[in-house]
Each structure stands twice: as structure tokens, then as C-alpha cells.
């Protein structure tokens, strides 16, 4: 039986990307969280909420970024020579946040407010710059004999900088519904509200975006609305809205985990409707999977090792969610 290591090594991408905007949004959406809570011990309880496991969230972005360069290296060295600014700004603020994240729980008094401001502005502009660097990557890159030939500020236009605020607050959403799941109380019943304004800022995001992507990029449009693929598609905004009805039921209702489920939802289709707006192209707006790729031989030996780690990576991050489930109250804390 024949696979196409192309397509193999593409789901692989996928699935980390995917796995990390789910795992890490939620803990960088507690950061962007924080400046709307003033309670000291309310902001004790979140960071503890995500203290057991940030760090082994990270791993997916490792994996993402070293499985591109290894299985798509001329992806890897457009998209890094395009995007070279945002991504080194990404870089700086994520090791940042977790610096602050760490030097937060050994500060004295009269350094924690300074930490908290580093972990609120490392989280945000990760988030930012994340939302930024797909912004960039969909509205494509101009490459000429496999080489990018465009400018390093090419990103620096309306779209990437608007897919760099929805992030945000997709991230936001992410965070709120994860401390209703995993909190009580007074934050709980905050969080509660700060869900339904996250929410509309979502639901306007996916609005604009779905509206922006056809009228800005041909391709896309054709993509979306030339029969038959109209009706095969159309099951993906329509689910998406019924989802977002049932999120905002569930939060009326003051359901603990449907709406950290609802939102895990609306992230993953999301990410289906960019995927499918620029399949089969991993640099658009016409350099496909098979014409990035790296020989076959190479892809192949990589494959093995990511059979091998792949399932590590999967045990340890359930067995780490599964120790952690519950509830967590002020004056618990994990070190």
C-alpha cells in the first residue's frame, strides 16, 4: 500500500498546531484575563489553575515548527525569512511570559505587581503576534524560484494585524470558559459574564474573516462557493453558529463544562475552514505540500521517530490533565 508521506506529514503539522492552540490558548488567554481581575487571590487561583501543566502545552509548538522544518523545508524558510520580525516578537514575549510566570510565584509584595504586568503583556502580545504570523501566512507570500523575494514588512497590513486581535480574543474565550470549568465562586461567577462579551467578540471575528477571505483572495471565494463545493462546505458555518448559540445557552444556564467544550468546538472548526480555504497550499498562494516537501527518504526516516514520540507526547499530556482535574480553591497552589 502506497502513502503519501506529503499528505502524513502535513496531518502531523496540523494535528500539533491545532493541539497547541487549544492546549497553550487557554493558558495564554488567562494571562490576557488578568488585567480585568483585581482580586490578588483571584489571580492566584487562575495562575494556579494552569501552573501543573503550561510548560508541557509548549511542547506542540516545538513539535509543530521542527516537523515543518524537517518535512517542508522550503516552507519552513519562507515563512521564516517573511515573517522574521513578528516571529522573533512572538519568541521574546512567550519567554518572557514564562519567566514572569515562574519569578511570580517566588516574588516579594512589592515585585508581584510588576511580574503580573509581565505575564499579562507577555501573554497578550504571544497571542497578538500568533494570530498575526496565520494572518500572514493566508494572505500568502510572494515567492520566485523557491526563494521569497518579498519584503520584511509585507505583514504589516490589515489583515494579519485583525486575524492578531481575533486571536486575542478567541484565546480570551478560551481562558474564561477553562476557570468556569475549573473555579468557584466569585471569579467563577465573573468569568461567567466576561464569557458572554468574549463570545460576541468572537462571533464578530469569524464574522469578518469569513466575509474578508473571499472578497480579498479569489482563490478562497472559488473555493467556498463554486458548486458543489458550496453545499459540501456549508455545514461548517452553519454548525459553527449553532455552536456558538448552544455556548451562549450553556453560560445563561451557568453550565460548568459545556462551554469550555462549546469553545473547543468553534476553535476546531475555525481551523478546518482555514485549512480547507488554502488546501493543498502550505505556502500560498501556489507553492503545494508536494512541492515543498522534502525528498521522500528524509521523510520517511522522520516518520519513525515521530511514531515513537508522538504517542509519549499523548500519554503525557493526558496523564498530566487526568492527576490535575477538580476544582482549584484559594491557598492551593502547585510549585
Given at each position: 500500500?502506497?502513502?503519501?508521506?506529503?499528505?502524513?506529514?502535513?496531518?502531523?503539522?496540523?494535528?500539533?498546531?491545532?493541539?497547541?492552540?487549544?492546549?497553550?490558548?487557554?493558558?495564554?488567554?488567562?494571562?490576557?484575563?488578568?488585567?480585568?481581575?483585581?482580586?490578588?487571590?483571584?489571580?492566584?487561583?487562575?495562575?494556579?489553575?494552569?501552573?501543573?501543566?503550561?510548560?508541557?502545552?509548549?511542547?506542540?509548538?516545538?513539535?509543530?515548527?521542527?516537523?515543518?522544518?524537517?518535512?517542508?523545508?522550503?516552507?519552513?524558510?519562507?515563512?521564516?525569512?517573511?515573517?522574521?520580525?513578528?516571529?522573533?516578537?512572538?519568541?521574546?514575549?512567550?519567554?518572557?511570559?514564562?519567566?514572569?510566570?515562574?519569578?511570580?510565584?517566588?516574588?516579594?509584595?512589592?515585585?508581584?505587581?510588576?511580574?503580573?504586568?509581565?505575564?499579562?503583556?507577555?501573554?497578550?502580545?504571544?497571542?497578538?503576534?500568533?494570530?498575526?504570523?496565520?494572518?500572514?501566512?493566508?494572505?500568502?507570500?510572494?515567492?520566485?524560484?523557491?526563494?521569497?523575494?518579498?519584503?520584511?514588512?509585507?505583514?504589516?497590513?490589515?489583515?494579519?494585524?485583525?486575524?492578531?486581535?481575533?486571536?486575542?480574543?478567541?484565546?480570551?474565550?478560551?481562558?474564561?470558559?477553562?476557570?468556569?470549568?475549573?473555579?468557584?465562586?466569585?471569579?467563577?461567577?465573573?468569568?461567567?459574564?466576561?464569557?458572554?462579551?468574549?463570545?460576541?467578540?468572537?462571533?464578530?471575528?469569524?464574522?469578518?474573516?469569513?466575509?474578508?477571505?473571499p472578497l480579498e483572495f479569489p482563490?478562497?471565494?472559488?473555493?467556498?462557493?463554486?458548486?458543489?463545493?458550496?453545499?459540501?462546505?456549508?455545514?461548517?458555518?452553519?454548525?459553527?453558529?449553532?455552536?456558538?448559540?448552544?455556548?451562549?445557552?450553556?453560560?445563561?444556564?451557568?453550565?460548568?463544562?459545556?462551554?469550555?467544550?462549546?469553545?473547543?468546538?468553534?476553535?476546531?472548526?475555525?481551523?478546518?475552514?482555514?485549512?480547507?480555504?488554502?488546501?493543498?497550499?502550505?505556502?500560498?498562494?501556489?507553492?503545494?505540500?508536494w512541492e515543498a516537501a522534502a525528498?521522500?527518504?528524509?521523510?520517511?526516516?522522520?516518520?519513525?521517530?515521530?511514531?515513537?514520540?508522538?504517542?509519549?507526547?499523548?500519554?503525557?499530556?493526558?496523564?498530566?490533565?487526568?492527576?490535575?482535574?477538580?476544582?482549584?480553591?484559594?491557598?492551593?497552589?502547585?510549585?
Open positions: 500500500m502506497h502513502f503519501d508521506l506529503s499528505v502524513i506529514w502535513f496531518a502531523i503539522i496540523v494535528f500539533a498546531t491545532l493541539m497547541y492552540i487549544v492546549m497553550d490558548g487557554f493558558d495564554l488567554g488567562i494571562g490576557i484575563l488578568m488585567p480585568f481581575v483585581n482580586n490578588e487571590k483571584h489571580k492566584d487561583v487562575m495562575v494556579n489553575s494552569v501552573a501543573p501543566v503550561w510548560d508541557g502545552n509548549e511542547t506542540w509548538i516545538v513539535l509543530g515548527g521542527a516537523a515543518l522544518f524537517g518535512a517542508f523545508p522550503l516552507a519552513y524558510s519562507v515563512i521564516i525569512e517573511a515573517l522574521t520580525i513578528p516571529l522573533t516578537l512572538m519568541l521574546i514575549a512567550l519567554i518572557f511570559r514564562g519567566v514572569a510566570f515562574e519569578f511570580r510565584f517566588k516574588a516579594v509584595e512589592n515585585h508581584l505587581q510588576f511580574w503580573d504586568r509581565s505575564f499579562m503583556v507577555g501573554s497578550t502580545a504571544t497571542t497578538f503576534f500568533q494570530g498575526l504570523v496565520v494572518g500572514a501566512v493566508i494572505q500568502g507570500f510572494d515567492v520566485e524560484n523557491r526563494v521569497f523575494v518579498g519584503g520584511q514588512l509585507d505583514w504589516i497590513t490589515p489583515f494579519p494585524i485583525f486575524c492578531g486581535f481575533a486571536l486575542v480574543a478567541t484565546y480570551a474565550l478560551l481562558g474564561s470558559t477553562w476557570l468556569i470549568m475549573k473555579t468557584e465562586g466569585e471569579l467563577q461567577q465573573s468569568m461567567f459574564t466576561f464569557t458572554n462579551k468574549a463570545l460576541l467578540a468572537v462571533i464578530v471575528a469569524l464574522i469578518v474573516v469569513s466575509l474578508w477571505t482563490a478562497i471565494a472559488t473555493r467556498w462557493f463554486s458548486t458543489p463545493n458550496l453545499f459540501y462546505l456549508l455545514p461548517i458555518p452553519v454548525i459553527t453558529g449553532l455552536v456558538c448559540l448552544k455556548m451562549a445557552d450553556s453560560v445563561k444556564k451557568h453550565k460548568e463544562r459545556s462551554p469550555f467544550v462549546m469553545a473547543l468546538i468553534i476553535i476546531i472548526l475555525g481551523f478546518a475552514g482555514l485549512g480547507i480555504s488554502i488546501w493543498p497550499n502550505i505556502i500560498p498562494p501556489n507553492i503545494s505540500i525528498p521522500a527518504s528524509s521523510q520517511s526516516f522522520m516518520l519513525y521517530g515521530a511514531a515513537l514520540i508522538l504517542p509519549v507526547i499523548l500519554a503525557y499530556t493526558c496523564w498530566s490533565y487526568y492527576v490535575f482535574t477538580g476544582k482549584v480553591k484559594e491557598g492551593e497552589a502547585y510549585h
